[in-house]
């Protein structure tokens, strides 16, 4: 993992990977309810999305 994804949280708010993402919090929640994001966890009324998860996405796609 390189330092800079190290310095994330282990599990990331939507608002912070709508930051990572370039995107906004509408669109990550829409991606969310289509089940496009892996690692989402709910917790109540929070979304939560695993790192490692994201990262492990994130690095497929690109």
Same mark, same amino acid.
């Given at each position: 993992?390189?330092?800079r994804a190290a310095s994330l949280p282990e599990y @990331?708010? +939507?608002e912070e990977l +709508? $930051? @990572? @993402?370039?995107?906004? #919090?509408?669109t990550i929640y829409? +991606?969310? $309810? #289509?089940?496009?994001?892996?690692?989402a966890l709910r917790v109540g009324r929070l979304i939560r999305f695993r790192r490692d998860a994201v990262l492990e996405w994130l690095a497929d796609t690109g």
């Open positions: 993992m390189n330092p @990331l708010k +939507a +709508a $930051a @990572l @993402l370039r995107v906004s #919090r509408k829409e +991606a969310v $309810a #289509r089940g496009e994001i892996p690692g």
